[in-house]
């Protein structure tokens, strides 16, 4: 994955939503709700296939569906932690950090039924 | 928002995954799951609150629970972009660069009833 | 409210299902995940409107829109519940009544602070 | 399924809310969010499961989890169409027949790939 940029995509969704007077729409209930959208729009896509087919989607006719859905959740994301203050990278590092010792791997190794089960 | 960092998450979750042999898990559809799944979270904590209680929610005894969900909606979406090999920086800026033609500033200005109608 | 049906419906769904070969795509997973997709619609109907503009919004262009969405939510409720043996007013008119317990209206009044707040 | 009821219970759920006074946080917006919520604690009961133990979990410790958050998403459903004015049987109805029109047994038998796939 690319490393640079993160930054520089919230820069620019402000100036996107500036330029056409968006921000009056981009409230954090309003954002969350789009957020789901577009997650709602990537289930949609998984919710027939068997785990083999979903496996091979980005093989298939369905792949450029799948990066256009992960590319407008990721925008409402970064637009959503932009209007509340939060860093995504500093909150996901200090969760992974707390998962770590939630579930030591000896206690939890490949089982799913020790709840709860998170990343 | 710190601009090191997400594919230093990328690879952290391929070890924390590895570590606890949680990778069986971590099919396509059983990820989109857990983003959803996330995105609810966070949905519940915006939806009993006036448009000016959540604009003030990162003021609230909530902050916390905010930080926490916006942590884990990052941590799957990541994790669902690499075991799908997307790159989520790359589709969203390729997304951002489409939707400046499809919504011309001059066209929809302050609009959001033009369909359809997308940050 | 009609009051005929709910059994009528799903007994027709799963006329429908057998009539095209489709039950072997109605597994709980993927029917849970259809139920979100279609959910996910709902809320793009309402993300961008004002709380004013939703409230008005069966009297809009997207009304038949919401009609839509909410008779496809329903659809794949009614399935999902028929695959896993529930039925979806005994367990509605359950919870409700554990819910008046646990919130009582003098305790609660106009109050959505309450943790856990709900319907 | 029971087939009285879905009206009584939508009866209930306005008398349910009268009495504490919590109907000035049913709003559309508010209540597709809360009905998003549920829908996600659903997914979250189901993501980790393979289809095979998902097809058993009523036989399973989360047996009335899934009751619970079903429970859930139905008395949401039935609130938000209450709010909305839509009778959900009436629509459900009615988009039945007109998937049965779109979708021939002829044409899509046993194929989930003939798009739009609905059930």
Redesign the interface.
Known sequence: ??????????V??QE??R????E???????L?????????????I????T?EQ??E??GSSRAED???E?????????????M?????????????ER??ER?P?TQ???R?DVPP???
Chains 1, 2, 3, 4 share one sequence.
Do not use: C
């Open positions: 994955m690319s490393d640079e940029g993160l930054e520089a995509l919230r620019e969704l996107f939503s330029e056409r007077d968006w009056q729409f981009h409230t954090p209930k309003n969350s709700m789009a957020l789901a959208g577009e997650v709602g729009e990537l289930l949609e998984f919710q027939w296939l785990p979903a496996a989607v980005m799948v990066r256009d992960l590319a407008d959740v990721t925008i409402y994301l970064v637009r959503l932690a932009d509340l203050g939060v860093d995504l990278l500093e909150v996901a590092h200090a969760k992974l998962n770590r579930f791997p939890v190794n490949g799913a089960v998170e990343l």
